[in-house]
């Protein structure tokens, strides 16, 4: 699995920008600093191999306002957090590795 990790942030290292760019969801979120942003995200994975074979890496971005990721998600390290909170501090954003492929899609 560390393998697939490593590929999938391979991958978005190159194409963040791009979908930032493409999707207003993203955008929105994100302003316009793309690059400076993807590294300041602190991160979550889950690998699995959809119904047609393909080997995925869900990835999911987050932080909290201040640098206080253990107090805006206590959890983090051992349960994928919820990104549905009114808290503005708190952002996740998600992603669909398809290594397969070397696609990536936001869901």
């Known amino acids: 699995m560390v393998q697939e990790i490593q590929s999938a942030e391979g991958l978005m290292a190159k194409e963040y920008e791009g979908?930032?760019?493409?999707?207003?969801r993203l955008k929105s979120l994100?302003?316009?600093k793309y690059k400076e942003h993807y590294y300041k995200y602190?991160?979550?994975y889950i690998g699995f191999i959809n119904k047609s074979g393909e080997r995925?890496?869900?990835?999911?971005?987050?932080?909290?306002c201040k640098?206080?990721?253990n107090k805006c998600f206590p959890d983090w390290r051992?349960?994928?957090?919820?990104?549905?909170?009114?808290d503005p501090c708190r952002i996740t954003i998600r992603f669909l590795v398809n290594l397969s492929q070397r696609?990536?899609?936001v869901p």
């Not at 995925?56 to 909290?64: A, D, P, T, W």
């Not at 994928?80 to 909170?85: E, G, K, R, W």
């Open 19 to 24: 979908l930032l760019k493409s999707d207003g």
């Open 30 to 32: 994100i302003g316009t």
């Open 42 to 44: 602190y991160r979550q």
């Open 56 to 64: 995925i890496v869900f990835i999911q971005l987050f932080r909290c």
């Open 67 to 69: 640098g206080r990721v």
């Open 78 to 86: 051992k349960k994928i957090v919820s990104p549905l909170s009114e």
């Open 103 to 105: 696609k990536i899609s």
